[in-house]
């Protein structure tokens, strides 16, 4: 643990290192200013002072108001919290919930839970890219759907959806919109003011800042039932003593990602450009995953025909380069993803996939450094097969 020295990570889209700027930003908050921000005394008024300044910058991120941001414990609190709370406060409307097949599994499996509730799920097919196409959710919607939730941007495949087209449906029909976009906050431009979003999900720990915190955005006027009962912090709609110092984190985070948001990203996709060029025309029987166009700056996916990617992550791991096949949530089971799955992939090709997730501090001498290894590896497996 800890060689930080010759390791090449490229596994962004499941953690980001911490910013050493964020962690010297929260250290005095966990020793000197240990108060809590519900106190009354002047260190807990200073506390929760703070936390609204906070709210501010983490709004201002996507042209929110700062009543709008909602701290919680991350992305999966966040996506349980908004499918839940619709099927609480609007079963008497309808029983009826759309989402996409290809979400992470805090919406899938809240899903299948509330399906086990007796509520009506529509799992919204992807076309070969991985988008969801306005029409066929257009078709989807019933006079009892009370939610739709499609995410931002894949985790795995990295597709950005036409979510101002979707929310624009939702709105036209007035069905809550919520939109899941823990791999999109402070990588690409998120603007609520111009786009019909109801919530959405944010996690800290995606760019940037510390793990086991994040917010909804929950828009001004929507009904919004507590998952959590208890004290009345966040204006009682999330109880818990605040997590002051994560918060700290994620906002010293929000502050730095967002600052350098077009020039990371610049450098992320001709990184990735450059990696993607040389798979698909240096090694035979490759194939991207996912679009070439509207994606993610850090993603790449590829399948290489043949191969059994999880021996390739762990020869690749032998030369201290780490990436994941499928989502690091599933790399426990064998089955081949859900979301390679729903875009056409054979078992084959889906077993065959590397998700490789480039950040800011990847540099072009480790991008080629991983093609060698790659390359030579998947030589060496074909061979032996
Ligand atoms: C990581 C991730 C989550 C879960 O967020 P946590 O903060 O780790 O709970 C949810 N959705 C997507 C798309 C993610 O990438």
Not at 59 to 88: C, M, Y
Request: glycine share 8%; with cysteine.
């Amino acid at each position: 643990m800890g060689a930080t020295y010759k390791m090449i990570y490229l596994d962004h889209a499941a953690t980001t290192a911490v910013y050493p700027e964020v962690i010297r930003e929260m250290t005095p908050y966990l020793h000197d200013y240990y108060y809590n921000p519900s106190s009354s005394y002047k260190e807990g008024r200073l506390l929760h002072k703070k936390l609204d300044q906070i709210r501010t910058v983490l709004a201002g991120g996507i042209h929110a108001k700062p009543q709008e941001i909602i701290f919680t414990s991350g992305g999966t609190e966040s996506d349980n919290w908004v499918l839940v709370n619709a099927a609480r406060s609007l079963c008497g409307k309808g029983r009826h919930i759309i989402t996409s097949a290809i979400e992470h599994h805090a919406i899938l499996h809240t899903c299948h839970f509330l399906e086990n509730c007796g509520f009506d799920l529509t799992y919204l097919p992807v076309n070969r890219e991985g988008f969801v196409a306005p029409a066929v959710l257009e078709k989807a919607i019933r006079p009892d759907t009370i939610l739709i939730s499609v995410m931002y941007a894949n985790n795995e495949i990295g597709t950005l959806q036409p979510i101002r087209e979707l929310g624009q449906i939702a709105q036209k029909n007035s069905i809550l919109f919520h939109t899941d976009a823990v791999q999109a906050y402070a990588h690409v431009p998120i603007d609520v003011s111009s786009t019909p979003i109801d919530f959405l999900s944010v996690s800290a720990h995606k760019f940037g800042g510390p793990k086991g915190v994040g917010f909804l955005y929950a828009k001004e006027g929507t009904p919004l039932s507590p998952l959590l009962y208890g004290g009345a912090q966040e204006q009682g709609r999330r109880a818990g003593t605040e997590n002051v110092a994560g918060i700290v984190g994620m906002g010293c985070a929000a502050q730095l990602s967002l600052e350098h948001m077009t020039e990371y990203a610049g450098q992320e996709s001709s990184l990735r450009d450059h990696l993607m060029h040389r798979i698909l025309s240096e090694i035979p029987m490759t194939r991207l995953n996912g679009s070439s166009q509207k994606r993610l700056p850090g993603n790449l996916n590829v399948s290489f025909y043949g191969i059994d990617s999880a021996t390739l992550i762990a020869m690749l791991e032998t030369k201290d380069i780490y990436v994941s096949g499928g989502s690091a949530c599933s790399s426990a089971d064998q089955a081949p993803s859900h979301v390679l799955h729903s875009i056409g992939l054979s078992d084959e090709m889906a077993l065959g996939a590397l998700r490789i997730t480039i950040g800011h501090e990847n540099t072009m001498e480790e991008i080629n450094e991983t093609f060698e290894n790659i390359r030579s590896f998947v030589q060496k497996l074909r061979q032996i097969s």
